[in-house]
Every structure is written in structure tokens, then in C-alpha cells.
């Protein structure tokens, strides 16, 4: 007689996904003038365990500080990332109301949510800084 045999079990291969954050912001010039453009550049890098198949957007969203009111936006973009792979978004804008005040830029990626990622809640990051008067 035949001896029966048990059927392995499947084991669950953890899948391997992207998180990208956002791990570095500079400003060039710092402090950014009044009516004159500056550019932010944004580093993005994948800190998750697998690739990003796709690219994605860097919103930016300044802000009067004293209020929260919009004064300009724009939308950068960076490519697909592999594991530990970064890459620096270079995003120009112009803000030409409210020198002499603090401002607020909101600067989120993935703003589109086109990258699958284990964590979605660390796309975005602040940067409080005071607009010089310069030609306003």
C-alpha cells in the first residue's frame, strides 16, 4: 500500500516595496528674496526594500506663516528609484508677496500617490524660512 505524503505548507514571501522619503532640502539663495526666483532643491530616496517602478511629483505649497495663506505653487517630479537610490529634484519658484515675514513651505512627494510604498505618511516635510525684502 502506498505511504500518503503531507503537501507542504506555502510559506509568505514578504513583498519587497518602495518608501520614499524625503531626506534633504536645501534652498539656493538661503534666504530666499523677495520677487526673485530661488530654486529648492529636494532629495528623494527609496528606503524601502524594493524598487519604485515608477516616478513621481514634488508639490510645493508656499505659505504666509502669520496666516496660511497660499502665495504661490508649483510641481517638480523625480524618476523611478531603486533600493537606497536617491536623487535630487531641482524645483524653481518665485514668491513675491509678504518680505520680511516668515513663510511656510509645504513640500510633499509622491503628492499623487503613484508609487506603491509601505509607508505613505513620511512623503512630506516643512521648511519655515523668512523672505528677504530685496525688490518687493
Known amino acids: 500500500t502506498p505511504i500518503p505524503t503531507n503537501t507542504p505548507v506555502p510559506t509568505?514571501?514578504?513583498?519587497?516595496?518602495?518608501?520614499?522619503?524625503?531626506?534633504?532640502?536645501?534652498?539656493?539663495?538661503?534666504?530666499?528674496?523677495?520677487?526673485?526666483?530661488?530654486?529648492?532643491?529636494?532629495?528623494?530616496?527609496?528606503?524601502?526594500?524594493?524598487?519604485?517602478t515608477v516616478g513621481g511629483s514634488i508639490s510645493v505649497v508656499d505659505t504666509r506663516t502669520a496666516d496660511g495663506s497660499t502665495t504661490e505653487s508649483t510641481v517638480g517630479a523625480f524618476p523611478p528609484l531603486e533600493v537606497d537610490q536617491s536623487t535630487v529634484g531641482v524645483i524653481p519658484i518665485t514668491v513675491s508677496t509678504f518680505h520680511s515675514e516668515n513663510h511656510s513651505l509645504q513640500i510633499r512627494i509622491d503628492s499623487n500617490n503613484t508609487v506603491n510604498e509601505t509607508n505613505e505618511s513620511d512623503n512630506s516635510i516643512t521648511v519655515v524660512y523668512e523672505l528677504e525684502q530685496a525688490d518687493c
Open 12 to 52: 509568505n514571501t514578504p513583498t519587497a516595496v518602495a518608501n520614499l522619503i524625503i531626506s534633504k532640502v536645501e534652498l539656493d539663495p538661503n534666504p530666499p528674496q523677495c520677487n526673485e526666483t530661488f530654486i529648492i532643491y529636494v532629495t528623494v530616496q527609496n528606503k524601502g526594500t524594493g524598487a519604485s
